[in-house]
Each structure stands twice: as structure tokens, then as C-alpha cells.
């Protein structure tokens, strides 16, 4: 079945300091989505990507889906300690289920 | 908008018993609603997928006959676990995916901790 791999799976990062969290699908996605779980929270939708090589910005975020529609990433700038959590992406093919992969958990040091 | 509530947020139950977890979209209708099991420090699991009048559709490893799903409106669906046992602890979240429009993001409950003793 499809399988929706995530690294890396921890992320230290200084404070003000940029990361990328990367996702790939062993499959041909028909849209990419991101969720971001707060400690203790529930996993809240960040964004979606349907086209291929569409690249999205929301603030300090900036998601890219790849042009295979395989691949996606989110890299985060100027990191802030409101961006501790982890950061899911799911894929969906056809149908309606969404394949979540391990998450990367973000820690922020000040 | 798009809000999704869970009752209970959190339960202690013996072992045996059976408990309803209630999955309900406030402001929206959803045609599908997703329940997904997660482990601590772990990712999100599909368990099944829960489809407006008619029967759900289990994933793979999952007992139809242990976690039943009842999806009788657009804004509600419930889960059951049958005869809950220890290892049926773990933090349970709904999802629901809004009618209108085609869209396909989906919004997610804030869970419900299970605790079975």
C-alpha cells in the first residue's frame, strides 16, 4: 500500500534559524497536505498542494510540492519557539483516505 | 469555521466494557468522517473511514466487530470499542472532510484519551 515517509523525524533548532522538513510518497499523489500537532493538541491543517511543482507561502512557511507529485517539503524561517510541534504531511492518491507520514518533531532552542 | 468537537476528551474505563467516543462536525457538514488511532510520540493511523448512511470501511488489521462506527447524520459519527481491553488504550481522533465544494482537507477533533485498567 502507499507508504508516506518523513525526515527527519526530530528537528533541534536554534532559535531564528531555517529548517526544511522533507515527505515522500512511494506513490503518485493526487495532493499533498500539512498539519501541525501542538504537544498535547490535535493535528490542526496547515495546507494543501495539488499541482505539480506548486510551491505555497504562508508567512515563514514556504511548501513545495514536487513536480513527480511524489515529493513535497515545508521550510520554515526565522524559527520562533510558537513553531514547537510536529509537523505532519499526508498524501492522498485516489480515493478518499489521507496517508499520514511520522511527523517531524520540532523543538526550538532559545 | 470548520470545527470539530470530540466527547469525551478523555476516559478511564475497566476492563470489559464497552465505550462511545462521539465525533461531530459543529459548523459544517461531512459527508466523511475519518477515525485515526495515535500512540505517543507517534504518527496518526487510519482505522477507518466512516461514510454517511451507510457502513464504514475498516483499515487493514482493524476488528469491525471491536471498534464499531455509526455515522447516522452529516454532522455526527460515533465510535464504539467493544469489550475494551489495556492494550485499547491510546488517544483516539475523528476527522471530517466538508461537503461543500470538493474539498479534500480534513478537519480534526481534539481526541479523546482512553485509558482502559
Known amino acids: 500500500g502507499q507508504q508516506v515517509m518523513q525526515i527527519p523525524q526530530y528537528q533541534h533548532v536554534q532559535e531564528g534559524e531555517d529548517f526544511t522538513t522533507y515527505c515522500n510518497s512511494s506513490t503518485t499523489l493526487s495532493n499533498i497536505q500539512w498539519y501541525k500537532q501542538r504537544p498535547g493538541g490535535h493535528p490542526v491543517f496547515l495546507i494543501q498542494?495539488?499541482?505539480?511543482?506548486e510551491v505555497k507561502k504562508q508567512k515563514r512557511l514556504t511548501f513545495q510540492f514536487g513536480e513527480a507529485k511524489k515529493n513535497s517539503s515545508l521550510h520554515i524561517t526565522a524559527t520562533q519557539t510558537t513553531d514547537v510541534g510536529t509537523y505532519f504531511c499526508a498524501g492522498q492518491a485516489a480515493g478518499n483516505k489521507l496517508t499520514f507520514g511520522g511527523g517531524t518533531r520540532v523543538l526550538v532552542k532559545p | 469555521g470548520a470545527v470539530v468537537s470530540q466527547h469525551p476528551s478523555w476516559v478511564i474505563c475497566k476492563s470489559g466494557t464497552s465505550v462511545k467516543i462521539e465525533c461531530r462536525s459543529l459548523?459544517?457538514?461531512?459527508?466523511?468522517m475519518f477515525w485515526y488511532r495515535q500512540f505517543p510520540k507517534q504518527s496518526l493511523m487510519l482505522m477507518a473511514t466512516s461514510n454517511e448512511g451507510s457502513k464504514a470501511t475498516y483499515e487493514q488489521g482493524v476488528e469491525k466487530d471491536k471498534f464499531l462506527i455509526n455515522h447516522a447524520s452529516l454532522t455526527l459519527s460515533t465510535l464504539t470499542v467493544t469489550s475494551a481491553h489495556p492494550e485499547d488504550s491510546s488517544f483516539y481522533i475523528c476527522s471530517a472532510r466538508p461537503v461543500a465544494g470538493g474539498r479534500s482537507e480534513q478537519y480534526f477533533g481534539p481526541g479523546t484519551r482512553l485509558t482502559v485498567t
Open positions: 498542494l495539488v499541482k505539480s511543482g
Open positions: 459548523d459544517f457538514q461531512a459527508t466523511t
